[in-house]
């Protein structure tokens, strides 16, 4: 039995998740500051299966819990480190204080198929491979992930990848507030770009977690499950 109160997608959804064809697309946004962007491109069609045995893993994590306005709530999604970034590394810790994510003891196929294909597409000559990521699981369109930036230590490179199966969800960018800046943001600050199933999503730039942020907002239509995997180096 999941214990979770919301159930996991059914198998009939599960395979319209794997039977969708991959959206192809290969699109560059140049954002204002000149010196990022965001691309957006075809990324890996799934195996119904593996999909399957994904979602199913992820459910059973326990939902991790931080501090927010003085009081300890658990995060809105379930989560799971999976590779490795080095000798003695146990996983990935985020936020303040930070959370250790443990990395799983053996690879997802998909989660592989996901590193592979980053290592093919977008590693830079030079530059270290993709060896490990972050998977998220929105079970629905009330779970989501706030403004933030990956800027923790355990991010390397230029380039942050996403890879998105299932529900189409919006996926928002702006810039970081300027504590010289006394306004607030208009609509026109925010950049949206949509992940859908099958897609890759690329903050790309060296200053890109320098200076803007992303998050993965609420939404209020019927969605089904959405499936993030974030390559790391």
Same mark, same amino acid.
């Given at each position: 039995?999941?214990?979770?109160?919301?159930?996991?997608?059914?198998?009939?959804?599960?395979?319209?998740?794997?039977?969708?064809?991959?959206?192809?697309?290969?699109?560059?946004?140049?954002?204002?500051?000149?010196?990022?962007?965001?691309?957006?491109?075809? $990324?890996? @069609?799934?195996? @119904?299966?593996?999909?399957? /045995?994904?979602?199913?893993?992820?459910?059973?994590?326990?939902?991790?819990?931080?501090?927010?306005?003085?009081?300890?709530?658990?995060?809105?999604?379930?989560?799971?480190?999976?590779?490795?970034?080095?000798?003695? =590394?146990?996983?990935?810790?985020?936020?303040?204080?930070?959370?250790?994510?443990?990395?799983?003891?053996?690879?997802?196929?998909?989660?592989?198929?996901?590193?592979?294909?980053?290592?093919?597409?977008?590693?830079?000559?030079?530059?270290?491979?993709?060896? =490990?990521?972050?998977?998220?699981?929105?079970?629905?369109?009330? &779970?989501?992930?706030? =403004?933030?930036?990956? &800027?923790?230590?355990?991010?390397?490179? &230029?380039?942050?990848?996403?890879?998105?199966?299932?529900?189409?969800?919006?996926?928002?960018?702006?810039?970081?507030?300027?504590?010289?800046?006394?306004?607030?943001? $208009?609509?026109?600050?925010?950049?949206?770009?949509?992940?859908?199933?099958?897609?890759?999503?690329?903050?790309?730039?060296?200053?890109?977690?320098?200076?803007?942020?992303?998050?993965?907002?609420?939404?209020?239509?019927?969605?089904?499950?959405?499936? /993030?995997?974030?390559?790391?180096?």
């Amino acid at each position: 039995m999941i214990p979770d109160p919301r159930s996991p997608p059914r198998a009939h959804q599960l395979a319209e998740m794997a039977d969708a064809e991959p959206v192809a697309i290969s699109n560059r946004t140049p954002l204002p500051d000149g010196r990022s962007s965001v691309l957006q491109m075809q $990324g890996v @069609a799934p195996d @119904a299966g593996d999909l399957e /045995s994904l979602i199913l893993l992820l459910s059973l994590n326990p939902r991790t819990s931080c501090k927010m306005y003085g009081k300890v709530v658990q995060r809105p999604r379930h989560e799971a480190v999976f590779g490795k970034k080095g000798i003695g =590394w146990e996983g990935y810790a985020y936020g303040k204080p930070p959370v250790l994510i443990k990395a799983e003891k053996t690879m997802h196929p998909l989660v592989q198929r996901v590193l592979d294909h980053a290592n093919s597409h977008l590693r830079k000559d030079g530059e270290g491979e993709f060896t =490990w990521a972050l998977a998220n699981l929105y079970f629905k369109g009330s &779970d989501y992930v706030s =403004w933030h930036a990956d &800027d923790e230590a355990d991010v390397g490179g &230029d380039s942050v990848p996403t890879y998105s199966f299932g529900c189409e969800r919006r996926f928002l960018v702006r810039k970081k507030a300027s504590t010289s800046s006394s306004g607030k943001r $208009g609509r026109d600050d925010v950049f949206e770009f949509s992940a859908k199933h099958g897609s890759c999503i690329v903050m790309q730039g060296c200053d890109f977690q320098k200076d803007w942020e992303h998050c993965v907002p609420k939404t209020a239509k019927p969605c089904g499950p959405r499936l /993030s995997i974030t390559p790391r180096k």
